[in-house]
């Protein structure tokens, strides 16, 4: 909705493409389908491209406390009678956890060595990585494998903190990896009438083409808004540009 970070995008993208733009109470689920509520009654919804995390996504089965999700929406998709993209799970291959074996997920499936190497990752699940997670926490960014909790950088914490962040990986390590630190670019960003150094991102896309992908000329960039930033996203008050590359 409007208190989301991206409202504007998802605005503008139903208005071009032509799609209804609603929230959770927009949409009710009866007799295991899905409907639109509308000044002209109820319609039925064949297809939802979904911008909730899927946990949010339907109180009833998933998180009791959201008001952001439909109750009765997974039913309806397990009926078939509602197509949901991304299908609700799928936030799993986001999940860090998967990172330290991506190097073999590409052999396994693909008979091939993985191209762009991920930052090295140890997920705490495995008491050899855990071991070295542990004895690595200030030098390391610890993440949860979901979205429950924030990232956390061990150079940031005093010996408190540390504490307190190894009881947590002791007492549920297979909720944490520990991720190798990495140094982001910085580029100029205008601030105040003034040019000062930001730290950088840089997103890049590919298209599906053919049974191949190819790589678009250009990408997002985020700015970070202030200097001690280490997280460049948008809820962290991140900027977004578009980035194009002059053939």
């Given at each position: 909705g409007p208190h989301n970070e991206t409202y504007f995008e998802h605005a503008y993208l139903a208005s071009y493409l032509g799609y209804s733009l609603v929230q959770g109470d927009d949409l009710t689920v009866r007799g295991g389908k899905v409907w639109m509520k509308s000044l002209d009654g109820l319609k039925q919804v064949d297809i939802i491209v979904r911008r909730v995390d899927d946990t949010f996504c339907d109180p009833l089965e998933l998180r009791e406390d959201s008001h952001l999700g439909v109750p009765g929406l997974l039913q309806a998709a397990r009926l078939g009678n509602?197509?949901?993209?991304?299908?609700?799970?799928?936030?799993?291959?986001?999940?860090?956890?998967?990172?330290?074996?991506?190097?073999?997920?590409?052999?396994?499936?693909?008979?091939?060595?993985?191209?762009?190497?991920?930052a090295a990752t140890w997920w705490c699940g495995q008491k050899k990585e855990r071991d070295y997670v542990l004895a690595n926490l200030k030098s390391l960014v610890i993440k949860p494998i979901d979205r429950r909790g924030p990232s956390v950088f061990g150079s940031q914490l005093n010996d408190k903190q540390l504490l307190e962040l190894r009881d947590r990986i002791n007492h549920a390590p297979y909720r944490f990896v520990g991720q190798q630190v990495l140094s982001c670019s910085t580029a100029p960003s205008l601030r105040n009438g003034k040019l000062v150094p930001r730290r950088v991102l840089l997103r890049t896309y590919l298209t599906a083409h053919q049974g191949d992908y190819d790589v678009m000329p250009g990408g997002l960039t985020r700015v970070a808004q202030d200097e001690d930033v280490l997280f460049v996203t948008n809820q962290t008050g991140g900027l977004s540009k578009d980035t194009w590359i002059l053939a």
């Open positions: 509602v197509i949901i993209a991304n299908p609700l799970g799928s936030s799993i291959l986001e999940s860090p956890a998967l990172m330290p074996f991506l190097p073999n997920i590409a052999k396994h499936w693909l008979g091939e060595d993985i191209l762009l190497p991920s």
